[in-house]
């Protein structure tokens, strides 16, 4: 037992499992800060000589197409957990309790789970731009009908048509960072994925209580509108397909042999040998210009649905999954309790304690990426420079203490706002989102170190598995408050999600075996 890790069999080759080998650095020069071995870089994955192949485009297009998807994904994202501080005006326009306008945030995120087990298929088939292209038509038609609505239902029902489109850039939107770059430039691309895709839950309740106490809450929807058609016209124009049909032996071992795939360390732009010839703008601007794989539909939809039976993939999304579904009830509390007395918050100030949830995101953000590949180098180098992705947990126990005091904390805190006013809940909700970043990045780190090649897979049944268990959390929400209170609701949640985090224990001594035992199980193989 290395570290606590059940070992497998001597020789056996575990997946995930690798050699920690520390290389001297050359004095050459560096990309992306990775030091220089011996001047050269081997390219992973290889590039063609296609010049399509979006692998030779110049880095400032990608870096450009990626910015623009991030913007996208900013806005599709943003319709969801706007509805954050109109609880109160919406139920008065629309004469309905505040259960009904609970729901109307519960089924955006069903319409995402459920999307997005049909978009991944046909992306993979496909490409992805003509996805892209659709979630933002979607997004639009969707808040241009929100504005328009005079109606629950009709609101229902844009409601839903909006999640759709979001379920697009949700699902996609980290696969295509690993069409357009190398594996040596993506980290950092990948963090400002990450950071685009948590300012859209924390900054659209700031800024849509200012639009609702100005201007209404109608002009909430047809600012996103405006600012989506936009960015739709921005990706129509400069957003090419990123899915490439690439050969397998460009993606193995093989390539390291290949001297052409070898570049100078400071180089950034496209393959030296790629041909000049590349497709024509107008050509580029088709949805969808081939077909990327013949893999059969009806498999590509089932195979992330069996994934839901993997330990790994059942804790990754337990762990963090609720941990997000919890902040979004967190969120709906405020948007019920804050507007009362004795606090009696307007939308602007509601949506101000969203600052807490910014600095939360920050610490969290920092935590992990100061001390999550140095513990795990840590580790490896005190189990005789043996690697494991179990080491990756370690940071699990620091998250589960944080969530189990943030949950708890808000719950005794929301429940006598006379003695506690608004700071110490707006500190435990910012306790909350360290404990829900840390559990997004431990997970996503686990999932891919150990479990790489049936990392989309996993992914996916994320994805799904959330946003099925925030919806029944936010549509049973407010009846759920009434009938148990605040700070017993808070009690059992803090408990809950502490259960959950203590099970990355036994993931820990037992993850190797885990890996070993299902790669050698046909379905859950790539």
């Not at 056996?12 to 992306?32: F, H, Q, Y």
């Not at 088939?125 to 609505?149: A, D, F, N, P």
């Not at 409601?159 to 697009?168: D, E, L, P, V």
Request: hydrophobic share 50%.
């Amino acid at each position: 037992m290395g570290l606590w890790i059940l070992r497998c069999g001597d020789n056996e080759n575990v997946p995930g499992t690798s050699k920690l080998i520390e290389k001297r650095p050359s004095s050459s020069a560096s990309l992306d800060g990775h030091p220089a071995q011996k001047g050269l870089l081997i390219l992973d994955p290889a590039p063609t000589e296609d010049p399509d192949d979006p692998l030779n485009w110049p880095l400032w297009q990608r870096d450009a197409a990626l910015v623009i998807l991030c913007f996208a994904t900013f806005l599709t994202t943003s319709s969801g957990s706007i509805l954050g501080t109109a609880f109160v005006a919406l139920s008065e326009e629309l004469q309905r309790g505040y259960a009904d306008i609970a729901n109307l945030t519960a089924y955006w995120q069903l319409a995402v789970g459920l999307a997005g087990v049909v978009v991944v298929p046909f992306a993979s088939i496909w490409g992805k731009r003509h996805q892209y292209l659709l979630g933002l038509v979607l997004v639009l038609v969707g808040c241009i009908w929100t504005s328009q609505s005079t109606s629950f239902v009709s609101f229902l029902w844009s409601r839903i048509t909006q999640g759709i489109g979001t379920a697009c850039f949700e699902a996609l939107l980290g696969v295509s960072v690993g069409d357009l770059y190398h594996v040596h430039q993506r980290g950092v691309r990948l963090a400002w994925v990450t950071i685009m895709g948590f300012a859209a839950g924390f900054m659209s309740p700031v800024l849509s209580g200012l639009v609702l106490d100005h201007l209404g809450w109608r002009w909430i929807f047809s600012i996103i509108a405006i600012f989506t058609g936009v960015i739709l016209i921005a990706v129509f124009l400069f957003v090419p397909e990123t899915a490439y049909a690439r050969k397998a032996q460009l993606q193995n071992g093989d390539r390291a042999e290949d001297p052409q795939r070898t570049i100078p360390m400071a180089y950034n732009g496209p393959s030296e040998y790629a041909s000049p010839a590349r497709m024509g703008f107008l050509m580029r601007l088709l949805p969808i210009q081939n077909k990327i794989s013949d893999q059969n539909f009806a498999l590509l939809l089932l195979r992330p649905l069996i994934f839901t039976f993997h330990p790994a993939v059942l804790w990754f999304t337990l762990f963090s999954g609720t941990s997000i579904s919890w902040v979004i009830f967190t969120v709906v509390i405020m948007g019920i309790k804050f507007p009362e007395p004795p606090l009696s918050f307007t939308p602007t100030q509601i949506g101000l304690m969203n600052f807490a949830a910014w600095v939360g995101s920050l610490i969290g953000f920092l935590i992990c990426a100061l001390s999550s590949d140095s513990s795990a180098k840590w580790l490896a180098r005190r189990n005789n420079s043996v690697y494991e992705p179990e080491f990756r947990l370690v940071l699990a126990v620091p998250c589960c203490i944080i969530g189990f005091v943030g949950l708890y904390g808000f719950g005794v805190a929301v429940a006598d706002l006379d003695k506690y006013g608004w700071f110490w809940p707006a500190f435990f909700y910012a306790l909350q989102i360290v404990s829900m970043v840390m559990a997004t990045m431990i997970g996503s780190a686990y999932i891919v170190d150990g479990y790489g090649q049936i990392a989309v897979e996993a992914f996916i049944m994320f994805m799904v598995l959330k946003n099925l268990f925030g919806f029944g959390l936010a549509s049973a929400s407010v009846d759920w408050i009434e009938a148990t209170g605040t700070l017993r609701i808070f009690t059992i949640i803090a408990f809950v999600q502490l259960g959950i985090g203590l099970t990355s224990l036994p993931l820990y001594i037992f993850g190797k075996r885990i890996r070993s035992i299902f790669s050698k199980i046909s379905i859950f193989s790539p």
